[in-house]
Every structure is written in C-alpha cells, then in structure tokens.
C-alpha cells in the first residue's frame, strides 16, 4: 500500500477549497457517483459545495474529514471501495477506532439523534465515550450492529466483534445514510 499511496502522491494533485481545474473536474466527477448534494456538479472548481461533498465522502469511507483530497482521499476515489480500511478487533485503538464509534453512536456528532432515530428505526449501539480504544462497550455495539438487519442488508454472517471487510462494508452504507440526515 505504501507504493500505491508514493505513486499516487506523483500522479493526483493535492486539492481543497480555492483548487481550479482539470483534477478538480475529475474528482467532482468520482464523487459526482457517491455523493448526491443540491447544486453539486463537475466545474473544475473547488467550491462550498465541493468541499462539502468531500467532507461527506471522507466520513463515508472513514477517512480523516478535513475536504482536502490528499494521497488516501485520492486513493479511496480511485479504488471506489475499503481496502483502506484494516481489520480491527478488542485491544486496538488509535482515529481509526474513534470514527468507528462514532459511526456506531447515533448523537450529536451524526445528526441530530431524534432524527437518525426516526430514520433509521433504532437508537444506536454504541453509547461510551468516543475515546478510540475498542473495548468490551465497542466489541458488544459492533456484535449487535452485526446481528441486526437493516433494511439495505441482513445480517452479517459472523457475529463476532470484529470489523473485517465486511462490517466495514455494511457500515460504509450506515454512514451514507446517517451523513444524509445531518445536511
């Protein structure tokens, strides 16, 4: 991975708000597939709204949220799935699992919690502290966000605690539902 993120870092600009341009058009148009906003459209132009739509991609895929499209932006956009994403279980800690829990607390930080309540039907799985460290209380939000069906899936094969591709995959489609009601 360490070669692809060096050659992509020679090949795709880094862009954020004030960018113009051909890679500003081509970047609008990756996420043109993935993120659907009001007034959002491939000018070449790195704008509010573009910005925006970065923003919501990157908390989507769990990247950093900063609208900037550095290296592991560019990376996800291109690859277009989670292969970014590592298998993480009890014990790990670090960003990675900060975003995890929060995509699993359905609060403040995800929208309003009424409203992510009414849309999706439930409350939330996970309701400790946003602290990064994957313990007892993420290990039981992610076995029963596992087991529960959602209307886009069933529920997920292994029912362990772990978050492997495919849990990563099923939350990726959470997110994409809960960053809509924040807007």
Do not use: C
């Amino acid at each position: 991975m360490k070669t692809v993120k060096n050659q992509l870092e020679l090949t795709t600009p880094r862009l954020q708000q004030g960018s113009q341009g051909a890679a500003v058009k081509r970047v609008q148009k990756l996420l043109l597939g993935r993120v659907t906003l009001q007034g959002f459209r491939a000018d070449g132009i790195f704008g509010d709204v573009t910005d925006l739509a970065v923003r919501v991609f990157q908390k989507r895929s769990f990247l950093q949220v900063d609208g900037i499209v550095g290296p592991q932006t560019w990376l996800v956009l291109l690859s277009g799935g989670i292969g970014h994403l590592p298998t993480v279980r009890r014990g790990d800690h670090g960003e990675q699992i900060k975003r995890l829990q929060r995509a699993l607390f359905f609060g403040p930080e995800t929208g309003t919690e009424f409203q992510v309540q009414v849309v999706l039907g439930h409350r939330g799985f996970y309701f400790g502290a946003i602290d990064g460290k994957f313990g007892p209380m993420t290990e039981q939000a992610v076995e029963a966000y596992q087991q529960l069906p959602l209307p886009e899936r069933l529920p997920l094969s292994s029912i362990d605690g772990i978050v492997g591709p495919e849990t990563w995959s099923a939350l990726t489609l959470l997110m994409a539902r809960v960053t809509h009601i924040g807007l």
